[in-house]
């Protein structure tokens, strides 16, 4: 059957269709699963020839992910297992590849398989994954699951126990960004332990709701949640557990941290930004449980130019590894703040010229340097920056300089990957990576930041000059007059303005 147009299918054709195509994916993803797994090949003599060969086998993995996500686009962790799932069909679950080369399984029910059929015995899993597949032909994806875990927890009780070990080491808490200055905290823990939390916060809740507060349940458990996470009184007093137990009193989101202000993307008049690291001791109830962020303690890093930092304007800000955020937001976290880092922009190609002080990558370089990246530069990686290390693109000991147009954040892993060879980098332009990889294709990831300098309004200079004399009578100490820096390269970071 050919498909010439999908407007002209009649009911019948149009399922006999549907199920045509789902074979020809299930045919495409087959043959996925070998090129990947000759690509794995194809690394595997290449980590040969770069490594010694009791490091090559460990880096192999790592480096056919890198290979293949940045070639699909995947995220690091997502092409990990698109590889080891490859392995295992083409090595050890033929029958399975075989299945959904003709379309007689999905993606979906050849994942089932691999995860399900991880503890059976090796001497019985054939005849298990035989007859698993005979069950895959009339059930969805989520019902083979079920189905499979049934069959062979009766037939082998005694995996449930090492399922259950194996499962709690990938215990694990993330944050996922959110539209409109949210994001979603999740964490996969233990059962009994999630459920007790669950109830715990949910007769909370249920308490405050019976004391006449109007917020909803789900609002009350997020709020409880925040508040005894991070510490904040409650405005009642109300606790989660009594005062000796692990959780604490539940309140508004407070604040501190250390944030880094700092966005030199101002009018030309002043191209001069700051940056700043908030470290404020918790603050006071609010009536918003999101007015405040008292009780943070963990750095936090937020891009603001000097127009918005003192209400000349409401442009956005940048709250690094998240995104834009209102002003209000971004000055109460600067309220809050420690620690300043001067940052200097070209006022016609938005480029940063000078960063703090200069010193083999000082404090302020390395905050602008995480509020630029945002993240791990190698092609498709999400990796906070935080949590990764800066590299010199061209290295220290073959004359790299320690300036922010041959620095860049690299996780753990891309770092190993290019110290091993696998992987070159350079920078064409300040913050512009392009890659070569170990089979020799090309990637180009720019920096998370792009600050380009905004149009000034009509009437904005004089409204802004107004702002900056009106600090700069209260004996505002970080406030510039004209002309001058936020911070020059000569003096340490200052303290904000606050």
Request: glycine share 8%; hydrophobic share 40%.
């Amino acid at each position: 059957m050919s498909l010439g147009s999908a407007e002209t299918l009649d009911e019948a054709e149009a399922a006999a269709t549907l199920v045509r195509l789902d074979a020809l994916i299930g045919w495409a993803q087959a043959q996925q699963a070998r090129v990947v797994a000759r690509v794995e090949e194809l690394v595997n003599r290449k980590a040969q020839a770069l490594l010694p060969s009791d490091q090559a086998a460990g880096a192999v993995l790592s480096a056919t992910a890198a290979e293949v996500g940045a070639a699909l686009r995947l995220p690091h962790m997502t092409a990990m297992r698109l590889v080891s799932e490859s392995g295992k069909l083409t090595q050890e679950r033929s029958a399975t590849l075989a299945h959904l080369s003709v379309g007689a399984v999905t993606y979906p029910h050849a994942r089932v398989l691999l995860e399900e059929l991880q503890f059976v015995p090796p001497e019985d899993a054939p005849a298990f994954e035989g007859e698993a597949l005979r069950d895959a032909r009339t059930r969805t994806a989520a019902q083979l699951s079920r189905r499979v875990r049934v069959l062979r927890e009766r037939r082998y009780p005694d995996t449930i126990r090492q399922r259950h070990r194996d499962a709690l080491t990938k215990r694990r808490v993330w944050l996922e960004p959110a539209p409109d200055g949210m994001a979603c905290l999740g964490a996969m823990m233990a059962a009994e332990k999630g459920m007790a939390l669950f109830t715990a916060l949910s007769a909370a809740a249920r308490a405050r709701r019976k004391g006449g507060d109007e917020r909803t349940m789900d609002q009350l458990r997020t709020d409880l949640l925040t508040g005894t996470l991070l510490g904040a009184p409650g405005p009642d007093g109300l606790r989660l557990t009594e005062p000796s137990g692990p959780l604490s009193r539940p309140g508004p989101i407070g604040a501190a941290g250390n944030g880094t202000a700092g966005d030199p993307s101002g009018p030309a008049a002043d191209p001069a930004g700051a940056a700043a690291d908030s470290a404020a001791g918790p603050s006071g109830p609010a009536a918003d449980p999101d007015s405040d962020l008292a009780g943070v303690k963990a750095e936090i890093m937020v891009i603001i130019n000097a127009d918005t930092l003192f209400g000349a304007n409401d442009q956005p800000a940048e709250l690094t590894g998240y995104g834009p955020i209102s002003a209000d937001a971004a000055r109460r976290l600067a309220r809050q703040s420690s620690y300043w880092t001067g940052l200097v922009q070209d006022p016609a190609s938005g480029e940063i010229l000078a960063v703090g002080r200069r010193r083999k990558v000082p404090a302020g370089l390395a905050r602008w340097l995480r509020a630029r990246d945002a993240t791990c530069r190698f092609p498709g990686c999400s990796v906070t920056a935080a949590r990764s290390e800066i590299d010199h693109t061209v290295p220290w000991s073959h004359g790299g300089t320690t300036d922010h147009d041959n620095l860049a954040h690299l996780c753990p892993k891309h770092h190993r990957l290019k110290s091993q060879g696998f992987w070159k980098a350079c920078q064409r332009k300040p913050g512009q990576l392009t890659w070569r990889s170990v089979l020799g294709e090309s990637y180009t990831t720019d920096p998370e930041l792009s600050l380009k300098p905004q149009q000034a309004d009509p009437g904005q200079e004089a409204k802004r000059e107004a702002w900056l004399e009106n600090a700069r009578r209260r004996r505002f100490p970080a406030v510039p007059a004209p002309g001058q820096s936020m911070a020059s390269p000569a003096t340490p970071d200052i303290p904000p303005p606050f």
